[in-house]
Nanobody, 129 residues
Framework: QLQLVESGGGLVQPGGSLRLSCAAS????????IGWFRQAPGKEREGVSC????????NVATSVKGRFTISRDNVKNTVYLQMNSLKPEDSGVYYC??????????????????????WGQGTQVTVSS
């Protein structure tokens, strides 16, 4: 089955940048919609960005629009989340996820288990002075 591993998190100053990676194994990631989600302590998980199969569609949450960019590298079987102009409220554990079926071109920003089946372990992002 598809397995996802996030990396690239860390501590960064406000206004700084990070690039998160979602590396896949077990299947070709280009076949799947990939969603990025984040969760701060004591808060519910929220959608950040998503990209459809082959990069045909994409979506970005209003809170990060203009600052975050999602992209694919099919050779490396990896989806990236480039995060610029980071704010303290961007802090949290960031997860990537894939739906139950390949080629589901539904780029949803809701962490609904009815849509997203496969999840990575998460990577911590902390934006602080």
């Amino acid at each position: 089955q598809l397995q996802l591993v996030e990396s690239g998190g860390g501590l960064v100053q406000p206004g700084g940048s990070l690039r998160l990676s979602c590396a896949a194994s077990g299947s070709r990631l280009e076949r799947y919609t990939i969603g990025w989600f984040r969760q701060a302590p004591g808060k519910e998980r929220e959608g950040v960005s998503c990209i459809g199969p082959l990069g045909s569609t994409s979506n970005v949450a209003t809170s990060v629009k203009g600052r975050f960019t999602i992209s694919r590298d099919n050779v490396k079987n990896t989806v990236y989340l480039q995060m610029n102009s980071l704010k303290p409220e961007d802090s949290g554990v960031y997860y990537c996820a894939a739906p139950w079926n390949s080629y589901w071109d539904i780029c949803a920003l809701v962490p609904d288990p009815g849509h997203y089946r496969y999840w990575g372990q998460g990577t911590q992002v902390t934006v602080s002075s």
